[in-house]
């Protein structure tokens, strides 16, 4: 993936990041400073492969900012044998009955919601890590700041 050592975010971020027990963690650093590589590791981190269902999940506030994040966790998570990502966004339509078999969900707001309140595909009582990418814009959404705040909770 091109790097040589961990930029100021991720040497902060890391290690409260990979802790034993998980730490929470509110980071802020300009764009293309690695804030994503840190968080997507940290996810990788925590799945066990041998689950069948979603332990990681990070919202987005838009489609192509969770096309984007699943694209990096797709290229950190190739040697992560088994480790699987789904996208929970417009258009990504689940047959009903059907259950969620990917260790990572990245969607958006409204997509996640529904999958989680209305058609019951992700437990999130099984959530081992939670992101929310681009929290700035997040709240500043209308809607997006009660839809994440629900998740969350």
Same mark, same amino acid.
Not at 118 to 122: E, G, S, T, V
């Given at each position: 993936m091109g790097f040589? #050592?961990?930029s100021k975010i991720q040497e902060m971020a890391l290690p409260m990041m990979l802790a034993?027990?998980?730490?929470?963690?509110?980071a802020q650093s300009q764009s293309g400073t690695g804030k994503t590589a840190a968080f997507v590791l940290a996810m990788l981190s925590r799945v066990n492969a041998l689950n069948l269902f979603p332990q990681c999940l990070c919202l987005a506030p838009?489609?192509?900012l969770a096309l984007q994040t699943g694209r990096v966790?797709? @290229?950190m998570g190739k040697f992560c044998v088994d480790v699987q990502v789904m996208?929970?966004? @417009?258009g990504n339509q689940i047959p009903r009955g059907a259950?969620?078999?990917?260790?990572?969900v990245i969607g958006t707001p409204g997509t996640v919601l529904d999958w989680c309140f209305? #058609?019951?595909?992700?437990d999130l009582t099984k959530i081992r890590v939670f992101v929310l990418d681009e929290a700035d814009?997040?709240?500043d959404t209308q809607g997006f700041a009660d839809q994440s705040i629900r998740i969350q909770r």
């Open positions: 040589n #050592r961990p034993h027990p998980p730490q929470n963690l509110i838009i489609y192509e966790v797709e @290229r996208y929970a966004i @417009r259950d969620i078999t990917k260790q990572i209305k #058609r019951k595909l992700i814009v997040m709240i």
